[in-house]
C-alpha cells in the first residue's frame, strides 16, 4: 500500500496533535504498523541551547520528535509531555515530522546574524530513525548546513545514515563534521529489550566501520551503561574491544541517568523485566536522576582502565569536529595499551570489585 494513498487526518481529529501548531496530516501505514506520523509545517529548524546547558554546542536541528527506536531509558521522552502527549507509548508511537525543516533552515543560514556555531543532530531524538527511509530530510539538511560553511554534527543508532556517506564526504571537504554513532551494549537480546526499534549492535559496529574507510571521524557514544546490565568487566572489555576493532576514533562512556520521563518508564521495565533489581535501581537512584556519586566514580574507573587497554585515551571526546580526512591526533584505535592494573588507567581499588559488591 503506497503511503501517498493513505487518508490524512485533519488537524483536530482524534488523531492530531491538539498542542501543537502547523500539523497538515496524520498518516498511517501497514510499513510503520502502530506507528502515526504527524506532519508539520515548521516556523523554525535550528534551536538555541541554553548557555547553562554545559553543551559543546550552541545550536540543534531536530527533523522528528518521538523516536521509533523506542529506547526505554531514552532521557528526551519528556519532551513529548509538552505536545500533549505521554512519555512512554506516545514518544514511541506519535512521531512529529517537520516536512519542511530543510528550506526553513536555508533561510535561516542566509541571515546575516547567523555567526556559523556548531549545529548538533540526533542529540534529542534521531535524525536516523526509521522515517527518515521515507521522509528523506536528512540530505538537504546536511547540504544546507554545507553549503552555509557551518559545522556540524550527528548522534545516531541508524544504520540508514550510510546512505549519506558520500554526502557527507562531500560536505566534510567543506566545512567540519563530527559523526558518532550510538552503542554501548553488544548483547544482541538484551539489545532488542532495551532499544527494540534500532539496528543490530553488530550492524552499527559496521557502520563505524565503513564511516572510517570513508575517511570520516567516528565517535562512539557509549552511553548509558546500565547498572547490572553492562557494567561488569566482561561487558566492558568486550564493548570496547569491538569498538577499537571497528576503528572508532574516540569513546564517551557513562552511567545511566534517568530524568523525569525516562525514570518512569525505564523502572517500570526493570519492574517487569529484572524484578530482582528493582531494589538494587530504587537504592541506586534515590537521590535523584543521576546514579549515587560512589557508583559514577567507580563506573569512571573501569571506562578508563579498559578505554586505555584496547588504545583509547581516557579523555572524553563527543563528536570533535574535524575536516573529512582529517585525522585526530589519536589515530584510529588499536588494541595493546598498557593497562595491567586498574591503577594505570586511573581506577580506583574500589574498581576491582563489582557493582554488586558495592551497590
Same mark, same amino acid.
Given at each position: 500500500? =503506497?503511503?501517498? $494513498?493513505?487518508?490524512?487526518?485533519?488537524?483536530?481529529?482524534?488523531?492530531?496533535?491538539?498542542?501543537?501548531?502547523?500539523?497538515?496530516?496524520?498518516? !498511517?501505514?501497514?510499513?510503520?504498523?502502530?506507528?502515526?506520523?504527524?506532519?508539520?509545517?515548521?516556523?523554525?529548524?535550528?534551536?538555541?541551547?541554553?548557555?547553562?546547558?554545559?553543551?559543546?554546542?550552541?545550536?540543534?536541528?531536530?527533523?522528528? =520528535?518521538?523516536?521509533?527506536?523506542? #529506547?526505554?531509558?531514552?532521557?528526551?521522552?519528556?519532551?513529548?509531555?509538552?505536545?500533549?502527549?505521554?512519555?512512554?507509548?506516545?514518544?514511541?508511537?506519535?512521531?512529529?515530522?517537520?516536512?519542511?525543516? @530543510?528550506?526553513?533552515?536555508?533561510?535561516?543560514?542566509?541571515?546575516?546574524?547567523?555567526?556559523?556555531?556548531?549545529?548538533?543532530?540526533?542529540?534529542?531524538?534521531?535524525?536516523?530513525?526509521?522515517?527518515?527511509?521515507?521522509?528523506?530530510?536528512?540530505?538537504?539538511?546536511?547540504?544546507?548546513?554545507?553549503?552555509?560553511?557551518?559545522?556540524?554534527?550527528?548522534?545516531?543508532?541508524?544504520?540508514?545514515? @550510510?546512505? *549519506?556517506?558520500?554526502?557527507?564526504?562531500?560536505?566534510?571537504?567543506?566545512?567540519?563534521?563530527?559523526?558518532?554513532?550510538?552503542?554501548?551494549?553488544? *548483547?544482541?537480546?538484551?539489545?532488542? =529489550?532495551?532499544?527494540?526499534?534500532?539496528?543490530?549492535?553488530?550492524? =552499527?559496529?559496521?557502520?563505524?566501520? !565503513?564511516?572510517?574507510?570513508?575517511?570520516?571521524? #567516528?565517535?562512539?557514544?557509549?552511553?548509558?551503561?546500565?547498572?547490572?546490565?553492562?557494567?561488569? *568487566?566482561?561487558?566492558? *572489555?568486550?564493548?570496547?574491544? $569491538?569498538?577499537?576493532?571497528?576503528?572508532?576514533?574516540?569513546?564517551?562512556?557513562?552511567?545511566?541517568?534517568?530524568?523525569?520521563?525516562?525514570?518512569?518508564?525505564?523502572?517500570?521495565?526493570?519492574?517487569?523485566?529484572?524484578?530482582?533489581?528493582?531494589?538494587?535501581?530504587?537504592?541506586?537512584?534515590?537521590?535523584?536522576?543521576?546514579?549515587?556519586?560512589?557508583?559514577?566514580?567507580?563506573?569512571?574507573?573501569?571506562?578508563?582502565?579498559?578505554?586505555?587497554?584496547?588504545?583509547?585515551?581516557?579523555?572524553?571526546?563527543?563528536?570533535?569536529?574535524?575536516?573529512?580526512?582529517?585525522?585526530?591526533?589519536?589515530? @584510529?584505535?588499536?588494541?595493546?595499551?598498557?593497562?595491567?592494573?586498574?591503577?594505570?588507567?586511573?581506577?580506583?581499588?574500589?574498581?576491582?570489585?563489582?557493582?554488586?559488591?558495592?551497590?
Amino acid at each position: 500500500m =503506497r503511503w501517498e $494513498a493513505q487518508e490524512p487526518k485533519a488537524a483536530g481529529s482524534e488523531d492530531a496533535l491538539l498542542a501543537l501548531q502547523g500539523v497538515v496530516r496524520s498518516v !498511517r501505514t501497514p510499513e510503520f504498523a502502530g506507528i502515526t506520523f504527524h506532519e508539520v509545517i515548521a516556523k523554525s529548524a535550528l534551536n538555541k541551547v541554553g548557555k547553562t546547558s554545559g553543551m559543546p554546542f550552541g545550536w540543534t536541528i531536530n527533523p522528528y =520528535r518521538g523516536c521509533s527506536h523506542a #529506547c526505554v531509558y531514552c532521557f528526551a521522552r519528556k519532551t513529548h509531555t509538552y505536545l500533549d502527549l505521554d512519555a512512554g507509548m506516545d514518544f514511541d508511537s506519535q512521531l512529529v515530522v517537520k516536512t519542511n525543516v @530543510a528550506e526553513v533552515l536555508r533561510r535561516e543560514l542566509a541571515r546575516p546574524s547567523w555567526n556559523h556555531e556548531h549545529v548538533a543532530m540526533g542529540t534529542n531524538t534521531d535524525p536516523y530513525q526509521r522515517a527518515e527511509g521515507r521522509y528523506q530530510l536528512m540530505p538537504d539538511i546536511i547540504r544546507a548546513l554545507a553549503a552555509s560553511g557551518t559545522p556540524f554534527s550527528i548522534l545516531t543508532k541508524g544504520t540508514l545514515l @550510510a546512505r *549519506d556517506i558520500p554526502l557527507l564526504k562531500s560536505a566534510g571537504q567543506d566545512t567540519e563534521i563530527g559523526m558518532g554513532i550510538s552503542l554501548a551494549l553488544l *548483547d544482541p537480546d538484551l539489545a532488542h =529489550r532495551v532499544e527494540p526499534g534500532t539496528p543490530t549492535p553488530k550492524a =552499527r559496529l559496521e557502520l563505524v566501520s !565503513r564511516l572510517r574507510d570513508a575517511g570520516l571521524p #567516528c565517535s562512539v557514544m557509549a552511553m548509558p551503561i546500565l547498572p547490572w546490565l553492562t557494567d561488569g *568487566d566482561e561487558s566492558l *572489555d568486550a564493548l570496547f574491544g $569491538a569498538l577499537a576493532g571497528a576503528g572508532a576514533t574516540g569513546v564517551t562512556a557513562g552511567a545511566l541517568h534517568l530524568r523525569p520521563g525516562a525514570r518512569e518508564w525505564y523502572l517500570s521495565f526493570i519492574n517487569r523485566e529484572y524484578p530482582q533489581l528493582a531494589g538494587k535501581y530504587a537504592q541506586l537512584y534515590s537521590g535523584g536522576s543521576y546514579a549515587s556519586k560512589e557508583y559514577r566514580q567507580w563506573l569512571a574507573g573501569r571506562v578508563n582502565f579498559f578505554k586505555k587497554k584496547h588504545g583509547f585515551t581516557s579523555k572524553a571526546e563527543f563528536m570533535p569536529l574535524r575536516k573529512a580526512g582529517a585525522e585526530s591526533g589519536q589515530a @584510529a584505535a588499536k588494541a595493546g595499551g598498557d593497562a595491567s592494573t586498574p591503577a594505570a588507567s586511573g581506577a580506583s581499588a574500589a574498581g576491582k570489585l563489582s557493582a554488586d559488591t558495592l551497590f
